[in-house]
């Protein structure tokens, strides 16, 4: 047998974030491509002070529940600033379902926190298309199976971890292209900077792509959809120092660096060109400017020039602006609408490419 990951999602420090966990118990459900008979989950509580308490939790599909143990206890703590695998579950899996996920835990404040908008592959009490979804307690589910399944990783910031284009697209290659894949976006981050801002969600930011980018790749994924970069130009000046904004060299360079440590894993790399961003505010100042943009269109061309890339920003993008169908509002981010059409476009250029 094969032990397999079919859900993994980035977690990171919303140390700003407090009582996220009011009720004392959570439940999600989450999209599970695979039939099996065993399952695992990872427990997460990588950037807490204090343990993680786990009362109880429970994994269930529509025929049946099964308490979760870890190291054989139905109650028990996952220790600060560590992650674990729970024990075996013994659980009859259809493919292409939905698993129910319930924890109780007294912990009233979680820091080590995951996030989605979308709702095609996680889905929690909150339904709001438009309104950000936190969880906490799993980052990562395994099941064993009898064949090797090619992994996908999706690869970026915020535009990735929320999951407006990234979900539905995971779900289309999980469901009929027997690919499992990987978010491991992380809003606000930045490819050559660490979080480093005025803004209260600084410390969520996370560390620098260029450096979380090795970790990415201890997930094995035998393809990655990178796209990063937006924010190294979005950021300074808009709480973060007007020094660090990078030259086009200095961000193209990196990707490129990049790339070649995916090609010495056998990796195939696939970039996409950076989206447009003009007329966003951060934090009440206008985030984008004649240079930024100078900048964006500079790193695109050399972007343009590596194997494997996907034009996302001529697609969804014009004259430096998002194209209102993809634009959610803040003219960063994709709506639900424009992510699904992101989506099918990747897709089909993955198609053609012969990358799936």
Same mark, same amino acid.
């Given at each position: 047998?094969? #032990?397999?990951? =079919?859900?993994?999602?980035?977690?990171?420090?919303?140390?700003?974030?407090?009582?996220?966990?009011?009720?004392?118990?959570?439940?999600?459900?989450?999209?599970?491509?695979?039939?099996?008979?065993?399952?695992?989950?990872?427990?997460?509580?990588?950037?807490?002070?204090?343990?993680?308490?786990?009362?109880?939790?429970?994994?269930?599909?529509?025929?049946?529940?099964?308490?979760?143990?870890?190291?054989?206890?139905?109650?028990?703590?996952?220790?600060?600033?560590?992650?674990?695998?729970?024990?075996?579950?013994?659980?009859?899996?259809?493919?292409?379902?939905?698993?129910?996920?319930?924890?109780?835990?007294?912990?009233?404040?979680?820091? @080590?926190?995951?996030?989605?908008?979308?709702?095609?592959?996680?889905?929690?009490?909150?339904?709001?298309?438009?309104?950000?979804?936190?969880?906490?307690?799993? @980052?990562?589910?395994?099941?064993?199976?009898?064949?090797?399944?090619?992994?996908?990783?999706?690869?970026?910031? @915020?535009?990735?971890?929320?999951?407006?284009? @990234?979900?539905?697209?995971?779900?289309?290659?999980?469901?009929?292209?027997?690919?499992?894949?990987?978010?491991?976006? #992380?809003?606000?981050?930045?490819?050559?900077?660490?979080?480093?801002? =005025?803004?209260?969600?600084?410390?969520?930011?996370?560390?620098?792509?260029?450096?979380?980018?090795?970790?990415?790749?201890?997930?094995?994924?035998?393809?990655?959809?990178?796209?990063?970069?937006?924010?190294?130009?979005?950021?300074?000046?808009?709480?973060?120092?007007?020094?660090?904004?990078?030259?086009?060299?200095?961000?193209?360079?990196?990707?490129?660096?990049?790339?070649?440590?995916?090609?010495?894993?056998?990796?195939?790399?696939?970039?996409?060109?950076? =989206?447009?961003?003009?007329?966003?505010?951060?934090?009440?100042?206008?985030?984008?400017?004649?240079?930024?943009?100078?900048?964006?269109?500079?790193?695109?061309?050399?972007?343009?020039?590596?194997?494997?890339?996907?034009?996302?920003?001529?697609?969804?993008?014009?004259?430096?602006?998002?194209?209102?169908?993809?634009?959610?509002?803040?003219?960063?981010?994709?709506?639900?609408?424009?992510?699904?059409?992101?989506?099918?476009?990747?897709?089909?250029?993955?198609?053609?490419?012969?990358?799936?």
């Amino acid at each position: 047998m094969t #032990i397999t990951t =079919t859900w993994k999602h980035n977690f990171t420090n919303y140390s700003n974030l407090d009582n996220i966990n009011q009720t004392g118990k959570q439940t999600l459900e989450i999209f599970q491509p695979l039939a099996a008979k065993k399952i695992r989950l990872q427990l997460n509580n990588l950037y807490d002070e204090i343990p993680l308490k786990i009362s109880s939790l429970t994994v269930a599909t529509s025929e049946e529940k099964k308490a979760v143990t870890y190291s054989g206890r139905k109650n028990f703590l996952i220790e600060p600033r560590l992650m674990g695998w729970s024990d075996w579950i013994d659980l009859n899996l259809d493919s292409n379902q939905f698993i129910k996920i319930t924890i109780a835990s007294p912990n009233k404040t979680i820091h @080590s926190l995951g996030l989605t908008i979308s709702n095609d592959l996680i889905k929690t009490k909150q339904t709001d298309p438009l309104e950000p979804k936190y969880f906490f307690g799993v @980052s990562s589910i395994q099941v064993q199976t009898e064949k090797i399944y090619p992994k996908l990783a999706f690869f970026g910031d @915020s535009l990735t971890n929320q999951g407006n284009f @990234s979900a539905p697209l995971a779900l289309e290659l999980e469901s009929n292209f027997n690919i499992m894949t990987a978010n491991f976006g #992380i809003s606000g981050n930045r490819l050559l900077h660490p979080g480093h801002s =005025t803004s209260k969600w600084s410390n969520s930011f996370g560390e620098a792509g260029f450096t979380r980018f090795d970790h990415m790749l201890d997930y094995q994924p035998n393809i990655i959809i990178f796209m990063e970069g937006i924010n190294d130009f979005l950021h300074p000046g808009t709480g973060t120092p007007v020094n660090e904004l990078p030259t086009a060299n200095a961000l193209s360079s990196a990707i490129i660096e990049l790339k070649k440590r995916a090609k010495q894993h056998k990796t195939i790399f696939i970039p996409m060109t950076i =989206t447009p961003a003009e007329g966003n505010i951060n934090g009440g100042v206008y985030a984008w400017s004649f240079e930024k943009e100078k900048l964006r269109l500079e790193t695109n061309e050399t972007l343009l020039k590596l194997p494997n890339v996907i034009d996302l920003a001529n697609f969804v993008g014009k004259n430096g602006q998002l194209i209102s169908t993809f634009d959610c509002g803040d003219h960063v981010h994709f709506s639900q609408a424009g992510g699904k059409i992101v989506a099918d476009f990747i897709k089909e250029q993955l198609i053609r490419k012969k990358l799936i």
